[in-house]
């Protein structure tokens, strides 16, 4: 998975800029009277305004209905993102445009960049071939922004609350007047989340397997915090191929194992893992890993909760 953008694609950015100032973005406008947020990805720009309620504007960088691995910023982001208050991102390797996206602001922004994963044991995938668990390391480490960690934080409610916390904070330094609301807010989040986290604990416990096999390795921090084993048919970048022997071992493995569903993904392509369920004979189920929302999804009125507890549902239907 290459996170990195292209030498010189900050000034042709920048340039862009001069040519396109006024234009409209799809992903929302700076609000004068308000603390303006830009956000990168669903999870975070959905926590953001969980706790930021009314004093708060939250844009949202990736559009819906788009898979954030390979997406890069345009011209008006920039525009906005120097105007903003908070930049909030989730790091670990997800985002490999933001040092460059950063040096393009304008000289004068006072935007906050903030990595809501800062402060999660972060998982090393071991070479970002689909197999491997890894090993923990904190996200301060140097090597904690290689495109070997897995950057699939917020899939797990026990991460997710650590960037909540993290979010919350960034709010109280930038808007201190507003610190109270934005107290009571946050605590409604982390109670949201600490009963999803019980959920998923005392819920996956109590199952007789363990196993799950789905698209891309976007699970570990699921798999880590609630005694799941992964097996993916891609690596961390859903676009990472297997190759054909890799396709028949894990063929193998939902056989030797018992596993009776191949988990999909609504903003990957499945046709991956209808081809391995058809050659396992097994069937097939969505695992989300609320990377972004579809615009079904948002037309529904879903958001992380509602995702995160149908994800519950058919892990339970698939591990019972």
């Not at 105007?83 to 390797?93: E, I, P, T, V």
């Not at 605590?187 to 199952?207: I, P, R």
Request: hydrophobic letters at 35%; charged letters at 25%; a negative charge.
């Amino acid at each position: 998975m290459n996170h990195r953008i292209k030498s010189g694609y900050v000034v042709t950015l920048l340039a862009l800029i001069m040519a396109l100032t006024g234009c409209g973005s799809q992903s929302g406008t700076i609000v004068e009277d308000k603390v303006n947020v830009v956000t990168t990805i669903y999870p975070i720009y959905e926590f953001t305004k969980e706790i930021g309620g009314d004093e708060v504007n939250v844009i949202n960088l990736l559009p819906t209905g788009v898979e954030p691995h390979d997406w890069t910023p345009k011209s008006q982001d920039i525009v906005n993102t120097s105007k903003a208050q908070l930049f909030l991102y989730n790091g670990a390797g997800l985002e490999g445009w933001v040092p460059d996206f950063l040096k393009g602001l304008n000289k004068d922004t006072q935007v906050k960049p903030v990595e809501t994963s800062k402060g999660i044991q972060l998982i090393d995938a071991e070479g970002d071939d689909g197999h491997d668990h890894g090993h923990d390391h904190g996200s301060e480490e140097e090597g904690s922004h290689d495109h070997h960690v897995d950057p699939h934080t917020w899939v797990s409610p026990k991460s997710a609350l650590v960037m909540a916390e993290n979010i919350h904070s960034s709010l109280v330094e930038v808007d201190p007047e507003h610190a109270d609301y934005y107290d009571e807010r946050y605590n409604a989040l982390k109670e949201k989340l600490e009963q999803l986290d019980e959920s998923f604990t005392s819920t996956l416990s109590e199952l007789s397997k363990n196993e799950i096999v789905v698209s891309h390795q976007a699970f570990g921090y699921l798999a880590r915090d609630y005694n799941l084993e992964q097996y993916s048919i891609m690596g961390l970048s859903p676009d990472a191929e297997p190759r054909a022997q890799d396709l028949v071992n894990l063929t193998k493995t939902v056989q030797e194992k018992g596993i009776r569903y191949i988990f999909f993904e609504e903003l990957v392509s499945d046709k991956l893992a209808k081809t391995l369920a058809s050659e396992a004979g097994v069937e097939t189920l969505v695992l989300n890993p609320v990377e972004g929302i579809t615009k079904e999804q948002e037309a529904n009125g879903d958001n992380y909760f509602t995702i995160m507890e149908k994800n519950l549902q058919n892990l339970t239907k698939a591990l019972k």
